[in-house]
Nanobody
Framework: QLHFVESGGGLVQPGGSLRLSCAAS????????VGWFRQAPGKEREGVSC????????FYEDSVKGRFTISRDNAKSTAFLQMDRLEPEDPAIYYC??????????????????WGQGTQVTVSS
């Protein structure tokens, strides 16, 4: 079965940092763009960031620009989301998935595949 395995979530104080990982299981990342999404209780799943496959171009949701950094290691078939200066609005289950490219519609769920179970991020003092 092709999917991602997300890890790295946890409890952190406001202003703290976490580094999330998502490891591809059953496939390699080389030819895919990777998107990170999050879903808070009672809310729809929303796009957080996307990184393209070939040139590493990145996209970010406005509220995380300057705080989150997406990256990838194709040799390890793993993508990362470095989250700094975490805010009370950031808690959610974070997921990653792939599709052929990021593009203008990167933040939409359509076209993404191989979702994992997600990793919980909690921000609390």
């Amino acid at each position: 079965q092709l999917h991602f395995v997300e890890s790295g979530g946890g409890l952190v104080q406001p202003g703290g940092s976490l580094r999330l990982s998502c490891a591809a299981s059953g496939f390699t990342l080389d030819y895919y763009a990777v998107g990170w999404f999050r879903q808070a209780p009672g809310k729809e799943r929303e796009g957080v960031s996307c990184i393209s496959s070939s040139d590493g171009i990145t996209f970010y949701e406005d509220s995380v620009k300057g705080r989150f950094t997406i990256s990838r290691d194709n040799a390890k078939s793993t993508a990362f989301l470095q989250m700094d200066r975490l805010e009370p609005e950031d808690p959610a289950i974070y997921y990653c998935a792939v599709r052929p490219g990021c593009g203008r519609t990167w933040s939409q769920l359509r076209g993404y595949n191989y979702w994992g179970q997600g990793t919980q991020v909690t921000v609390s003092s």
